[in-house]
Structures are given as structure tokens and as C-alpha cells.
């Protein structure tokens, strides 16, 4: 068997830039009273108003019952609404309410600060690359793997 310094390993170096971005971004959104996948799932309900709990947690990349717990949680913070779709009745269309707005746009202002300051240690040469080397570790890692 092969081993393989800890060092060259790029997963472990892709979770720690996933982790300090998370931390970033909890503390960022504090004062908002939002976590990171509630403020995930408003960011993708501003863009797609009506959007389904299955296709927000696909969209988010949680699980449908984490994405449960989300929306309940924002509906009963009255962030949300969630109402029968027009001809699927069994399916709830959610959306923001103006509640949902103004602490989505106060969150979001604290969000993009820390994007904004990260893509700020990247000349734009550096992010394309970064963007770039990224998809790539994406690509390979959804494709079908031998063994």
C-alpha cells in the first residue's frame, strides 16, 4: 500500500479553506440571528421565489430533512412563507416575506464582505485560476471512478 503525506493530500487542504470560510461567514452572519444554511437557503429563494423544499436542498447541498429543519426554522422566525402551489397541492412553493427581505439584504451585506475580502487576496489572474482548478477538482470528483 502507497502512503501519502498528509501534506500533498488536497482534500484535506480544500476542507480547511472550507472550514475557515464557513467559521467566516458563521461569525459574519451572527449578528443577522442566521446560520450559514439558512442564510444559503434565503440567498437561493431572493433568486428563485416559489422554489420547492426538494429542489432548495439540491440547490443548497443539504438533505431534504435538513432543508426541513431550515424553513421551519426561518418560517417560524417569519422569514418565509410556504404556500400550496397553484395546481400541485401537495407541493409548498416558498418565498420570502418582507420580513425575510430586510434580513436577507442586512446578511447578505455581511456575507459579501467576506467574499469580497477574500477574492481581494487574488489578483484576477489568481481567482480565474482558483475558479478554474476548482471546477476541475469538482469534475473529477463527480465522475464515475474505476474501483
Not at 500500500?1 to 470560510?21: D, F, N, V, Y
Request: charged share 25%.
Amino acid at each position: 500500500m502507497t502512503s501519502m503525506p498528509i501534506s500533498e493530500r488536497l482534500g484535506g487542504h480544500l476542507k480547511r479553506a472550507e472550514q475557515a470560510l464557513a467559521a467566516a461567514k458563521y461569525a459574519a452572519l451572527r449578528p443577522a440571528d442566521l446560520t450559514v444554511p439558512q442564510y444559503a437557503a434565503l440567498l437561493y429563494l431572493e433568486e428563485n421565489p416559489g422554489i420547492s423544499a426538494a429542489a432548495l436542498a439540491r440547490a443548497c447541498g443539504v438533505t431534504p430533512p435538513t432543508m426541513t429543519t431550515v424553513l421551519k426554522n426561518l418560517q417560524e422566525q417569519g422569514l418565509i412563507e410556504r404556500t400550496p402551489h397553484e395546481w400541485h397541492k401537495n407541493i409548498l412553493e416558498t418565498r420570502l416575506t418582507a420580513k425575510g427581505e430586510q434580513v436577507m439584504a442586512a446578511a447578505d451585506a455581511r456575507a459579501v464582505r467576506v467574499e469580497r475580502g477574500l477574492a481581494a487576496e487574488f489578483s484576477d489572474e489568481e481567482r480565474e485560476t482558483l475558479i478554474a482548478l476548482l471546477a476541475r477538482c469538482v469534475a473529477y470528483l463527480e465522475s464515475p471512478q474505476p474501483g
